[in-house]
């Protein structure tokens, strides 16, 4: 069955990044693409940006040029996403899903998401 | 601020009907299929409704969605305490060259 299973919660500084991670399983990890998406406390969500395994391309939000990293590992069927430069505006969890075929346009699975909370 | 307008709430007695629209523009919902997601607080969000109208196996007949021009909605027939939860909807904006979602729409069985 199609599984994503995302890192733990994290606590970091202001100032400082992290990089979360999203081990996928149960699908041709190549056929789909992998994306990020955010929700601060008692907001709604927010889209980050994804990433083609296939051949590593990225589209990210404007938002997060310049500051958001996404990479795939095809060996271990994983996507990571690193967010550098961090703000308390940062805390949230963070949920990666499967768009389940180049060009489906939805997200037919979500991981359990990570919580980041960014505090001094 | 959502690029996709929903209503904060809406709310119905057990076994009624409640209707969520989502409101776009041209460049998003006017231009691409339109998907809906429930939220139950405190997990991840799950796929209800995909290509304004379909539905994942799994998903029961009393969710529906249709778009119409720059609009979309989803209906919840038959509503049932389980329904409570935050539902967003979500396209693709091809002005902002991004996925967008809605502002979500928190549904209360009364």
């Known amino acids: 069955q199609v599984q994503l299973v995302q890192s733990g919660a994290e606590v970091k500084k202001p100032g400082a990044s992290v990089k979360l991670s999203c081990k996928t399983s149960?699908?041709?990890?190549?056929?789909?693409?992998l994306h990020w998406v955010r929700q601060a406390p008692g907001q709604g969500l927010e889209y980050m940006g994804m990433?083609?395994?296939?051949?590593?391309?990225?589209n990210y939000a404007q938002k997060f040029y310049g500051r958001v990293r996404m990479t795939t590992d095809t060996s271990t069927s994983t996507v990571y996403m690193e967010l550098r430069s961090l703000t308390s505006k940062d805390t949230a969890v963070y949920f990666c899903?499967?768009?389940?075929?180049?060009?489906?346009?939805?997200?037919?699975?979500w991981g359990q998401g990570a919580l980041v909370t960014v505090s001094s | 601020q959502s690029v996709l307008t929903q209503p904060p709430s809406v709310s119905a007695a057990s076994g009624q009907k409640v209707t969520i629209s989502c409101s776009g523009s041209?460049?998003?919902?006017?231009?691409?299929?339109v998907s809906w997601y429930q939220q139950v607080p405190g997990t991840a969000p799950k796929l209800l409704i995909y290509?304004?109208?379909k539905r994942p196996s799994g998903i029961p007949e009393r969710f529906s969605g249709s778009r119409s021009g720059s609009s979309a909605t989803l209906d919840i027939s038959g509503l049932q305490a389980g329904d409570e939860a935050d539902y967003y909807c979500?396209?693709?904006?091809?002005?902002?060259?991004?996925?967008?979602f809605g502002s979500g729409t928190k549904v209360t069985v009364l």
């Open positions: 899903a499967r768009e389940p075929a180049v060009g489906a346009k939805y997200f037919d699975f």
């Open positions: 149960g699908f041709t990890f190549t056929m789909s693409y």
């Open positions: 990433a083609n395994p296939i051949n590593g391309d990225t």
């Open positions: 041209s460049s998003n919902i006017g231009n691409d299929y």
């Open positions: 290509d304004n109208s």
């Open positions: 979500e396209t693709w904006d091809t002005s902002l060259n991004f996925y967008v």
